[in-house]
């Protein structure tokens, strides 16, 4: 089985910073993609970042600048730097992997269970 487990949620002033981490394991043969996306409430839920295996990192227009996705491929690991977080950023945040267990299925997407992230003004 393939699981997600995220950390690093919190409550942070704005203008502050907060990082975010996610660890994926199991069966994984191959990684497409790995991203944040996050869901405020009453909202709907937006890509954040994502980086493609072998691709560029792109970023939602509202994080620009302000946060960075990162890799580590021998960890399985995929992290958000959030740096200058504003009120608006209040979110959960999600991990999100899409990737093939084995060379026979096709791909699909895993999603951590979500970490609570809280900026006050």
């Known amino acids: 089985q393939v699981q997600l487990v995220e950390s690093g949620g919190g409550l942070v002033q704005a203008g502050g910073s907060l990082r975010l981490s996610c660890t994926a394991s199991?069966?994984?043969?191959?990684?497409?993609?790995m991203g944040w996306y996050r869901q405020a409430p009453g909202k709907q839920r937006e890509l954040v970042a994502e980086i493609p295996t072998g691709g560029s990192s792109r970023y939602a227009d509202s994080v620009k600048g302000r946060f960075t996705i990162s890799r580590d491929n021998g960890k399985n690991t995929v992290d958000l730097q959030m740096d200058s977080v504003k009120p608006e950023d209040t979110a959960v945040y999600y991990c999100?992997?899409?990737?093939?267990?084995?060379?026979?299925?096709?791909?699909?997407?895993?999603w951590g269970q979500g970490t609570q992230v809280t900026v006050s003004s």
């Open positions: 999100n992997m899409n990737a093939k267990k084995d060379v026979w299925t096709r791909a699909g997407d895993y």
């Open positions: 199991g069966s994984i043969r191959s990684i497409n993609v």
